[in-house]
């Protein structure tokens, strides 16, 4: 399983209503949601696919599982085309 951080060079400003994220590589800027912030946040700490899915489904236990896991990949898949995360 790889294991994924957010890449540390990245700056992170926190504001009501999201999180947004610069990256001084391509000197692009993203929102994230609500959701998208914590995925954000957790992935600071190296983890896997499976690491970030138990975590949310634990934090929103009346989320189906499969619904978490579609939103996590489909955030995954955006962070790595986005070039925003490293594998470790």
Not at 1 to 26: H, P, W
Not at 41 to 70: C, G, K, Q, S
Request: no cysteine; hydrophobic share 50%.
């Amino acid at each position: 399983m790889t294991r994924l951080r957010r890449r540390s060079d990245i700056a992170i400003t926190a504001l009501d209503g999201g999180t947004f994220l610069v990256d001084a590589r391509s000197d692009a800027i993203f929102h994230l949601d609500a959701l998208g912030g914590g995925v954000w946040a957790a992935l600071a700490e190296p983890m896997t696919r499976e690491d970030l899915v138990a975590l949310l489904a634990e934090a929103f236990p009346d989320t189906p599982p499969d619904t978490i896991a579609r939103d996590v990949d489909a955030l995954l898949a955006e962070f790595t085309k986005r070039d925003l995360l490293d594998a470790v």
